[in-house]
């Protein structure tokens, strides 16, 4: 017995071997203790933590960025000024059964249409004359009195006012407006514009457009905007509300509670993409042709229907000098 205990010993690797192995395995680890005293104590650090998030507020408003606050707010109103007076001279067109909306003679027959609610799918539209609304789609959201207010319950959420949600975040950047809330009304626009003139206002309303976006992304960059993950509710502000208003899980169990994400550029100012007719298009735009056809934002391509010259980033996506259907 002890020579078999004697032979299986020898056959055992030398307890050095496993200390290296070891050593190799854990070089460059560093093990903390549970028990050891951590460096700062947080519940000395709590007083100051919480008055830092209260006096946050007097950080903003930012003053280099009232300069670019107030730049939005003037271009919101050129577009809107802009954008009426080109519907009433060139034809636009909205779906009765979805938001689709076409520049153009007659409308198109590409069978896009959802219907309402989507009851179907992949038919024919129903068209009928837009007005601004349906080219420049409103996005509201809750007004604040201040930036780091208490969150809004869902009980009070009529104890607030709905403003555009552009407007909110130019008033939470410092803008000062007596009425942020007046456009051009289109019934103080010329009733006849001669070629040049309605070019003139068409290169204005592109730039304005431009402006618009541009400055918007500069503003969310500083301040805060929320949007919801499953709806396009969009909250202004550090953190979203807690009104229950979101149709998608409104029977279960969270009861249409939002779920927030950051929100872009896209989520507060949409850029509403339509077909696009290209003069080596037919004039009515068929179901045949839709993979060559472009696309563009409505506002680009209303403006370049009045030979406004579009910006060279839209070249792609509008196949200017793409093939029609063969």
Same mark, same amino acid.
């Given at each position: 017995?002890?020579?078999?205990?004697?032979?299986?010993?020898?056959?055992?690797?030398?307890?050095?071997?496993?200390?290296?192995?070891?050593?190799?395995?854990?070089?460059?680890?560093?093990?903390?203790?549970?028990?050891?005293?951590?460096?700062?104590?947080?519940?000395?650090?709590?007083?100051?933590?919480?008055?830092?998030?209260?006096?946050?507020?007097?950080?903003?408003?930012?003053?280099?960025?009232?300069?670019?606050?107030?730049?939005?707010?003037?271009?919101?109103?050129?577009?809107?000024?802009?954008?009426?007076?080109?519907?009433?001279?060139?034809?636009?067109?909205?779906? !009765?059964? =979805?938001? /689709? *909306?076409? @520049? #153009?003679?007659? +409308? %198109?027959?590409? &069978?896009? $249409?959802?219907?309402?609610?989507?009851?179907?799918?992949?038919?024919?539209?129903?068209?009928?004359?837009?007005?601004?609304?349906?080219?420049?789609?409103?996005?509201?959201?809750?007004?604040?009195?201040?930036?780091?207010?208490?969150?809004?319950?869902?009980?009070?959420?009529?104890?607030?006012?709905?403003?555009?949600?552009?407007?909110?975040?130019?008033?939470?950047?410092?803008?000062?407006?007596?009425?942020?809330?007046?456009?051009?009304?289109?019934?103080?626009?010329?009733?006849?514009?001669?070629?040049?003139?309605?070019?003139?206002?068409?290169?204005?309303?592109?730039?304005?457009?431009?402006?618009?976006?541009?400055?918007?992304?500069?503003?969310?960059?500083?301040?805060?905007?929320?949007?919801? !993950?499953? =709806?396009? /509710? *969009?909250? @202004? #502000?550090?953190? +979203? %509300?807690?009104? &229950?208003? $979101?149709?998608?899980?409104?029977?279960?169990?969270?009861?249409?509670?939002?779920?927030?994400?950051?929100?872009?550029?896209?989520?507060?100012?949409?850029?509403?993409?339509?077909?696009?007719?290209?003069?080596?298009?037919?004039?009515?735009?068929?179901?045949?042709?839709?993979?060559?056809?472009?696309?563009?934002?409505?506002?680009?391509?209303?403006?370049?229907?009045?030979?406004?010259?579009?910006?060279?980033?839209?070249?792609?996506?509008?196949?200017?000098?793409?093939?029609?259907?063969?």
């Amino acid at each position: 017995m002890s020579a078999l205990v004697e032979i299986r010993l020898r056959k055992l690797p030398p307890l050095i071997d496993y200390a290296r192995v070891l050593q190799r395995l854990f070089s460059g680890i560093r093990f903390l203790s549970t028990n050891s005293h951590p460096r700062f104590d947080l519940r000395k650090l709590r007083p100051m933590i919480l008055k830092r998030i209260e006096e946050r507020e007097k950080d903003y408003p930012i003053k280099g960025m009232l300069p670019v606050a107030n730049e939005v707010l003037a271009a919101r109103k050129t577009l809107y000024g802009g954008v009426s007076t080109l519907i009433a001279h060139i034809p636009t067109w909205a779906c !009765k059964h =979805c938001p /689709e *909306v076409y @520049v #153009g003679d007659g +409308g %198109h027959l590409i &069978r896009s $249409c959802s219907g309402y609610r989507r009851h179907y799918k992949n038919k024919l539209h129903t068209w009928m004359q837009a007005d601004i609304n349906n080219v420049l789609i409103p996005v509201e959201a809750f007004h604040l009195q201040k930036m780091f207010q208490k969150v809004i319950e869902h009980k009070e959420r009529f104890n607030y006012d709905r403003t555009p949600a552009v407007v909110e975040l130019c008033l939470q950047a410092g803008a000062d407006s007596s009425d942020p809330l007046q456009v051009e009304n289109s019934s103080d626009q010329p009733s006849e514009l001669t070629e040049d003139e309605l070019r003139t206002v068409a290169k204005e309303t592109l730039q304005a457009w431009e402006t618009l976006r541009s400055g918007v992304r500069k503003l969310l960059l500083v301040h805060a905007a929320k949007v919801c !993950k499953y =709806c396009s /509710e *969009v909250h @202004v #502000g550090p953190s +979203g %509300h807690e009104a &229950r208003t $979101c149709g998608v899980f409104k029977h279960e169990k969270w009861r249409g509670k939002h779920f927030w994400e950051n929100a872009k550029v896209d989520d507060l100012v949409p850029p509403n993409m339509v077909w696009s007719r290209r003069r080596q298009d037919p004039a009515i735009l068929v179901e045949e042709g839709r993979n060559y056809y472009g696309h563009a934002p409505v506002v680009v391509d209303l403006c370049s229907k009045a030979d406004a010259v579009v910006p060279s980033k839209y070249s792609c996506m509008m196949k200017l000098d793409g093939i029609s259907k063969p």
